[in-house]
């Protein structure tokens, strides 16, 4: 198992705990962006950079995903095609997309874009918060040990 990194959008906290993961647990973590990412030395992390473009970081996690891989990324689409894949997709803010739940947030996510799109200010996200980051951590620590011992 490895762990992938939707890098462009994802919360520079949550960068350094996977970062510290990484070498606790001796695990690769794969960070995918368009853009130069600075990681720290490692030999369990690496980077890789795509060309710009929408969705080439999403397309390359998913050529590249196995079965039982974890890919952290806040995007729901890509959530969708990891989960198809037999992969675990965990958001930044610690909530793990399943099979039960994906349908509904790609239904939301189209409304919210639809009414955007027609000129409703929908606002965006809350804040990444502290409780965020640790809800974050927590459940990437469950899910790691699941996997340890099952």
Not at 43 to 60: K, T
Request: proline share 6%; with cysteine.
């Amino acid at each position: 198992m490895q762990i992938w990194v939707d890098a462009d959008a994802c919360p520079a906290v949550i960068k350094d705990i996977l970062y510290r993961v990484a070498d606790r647990v001796q695990m690769p973590v794969t960070l995918v962006a368009n853009q130069l990412l600075r990681v720290p030395p490692s030999r369990f992390i690496r980077a890789v950079l795509v060309p710009a473009g929408a969705d080439v970081a999403d397309q390359e996690i998913v050529r590249l995903l196995e079965p039982g891989d974890l890919v952290v990324t806040g995007d729901i689409p890509l959530a969708s095609d990891v989960l198809k894949k037999g992969g675990h997709a965990l958001n930044p803010r610690g909530e793990f997309y399943t099979n039960d739940n994906i349908a509904q947030m790609l239904t939301m996510r189209a409304f919210m874009d639809e009414l955007r799109g027609s000129g409703v200010d929908t606002g965006g996200p809350a804040a990444f918060s502290q409780s965020d980051r640790q809800h974050f951590a927590n459940s990437l620590d469950r899910h790691l040990a699941k996997r340890k011992h099952g």
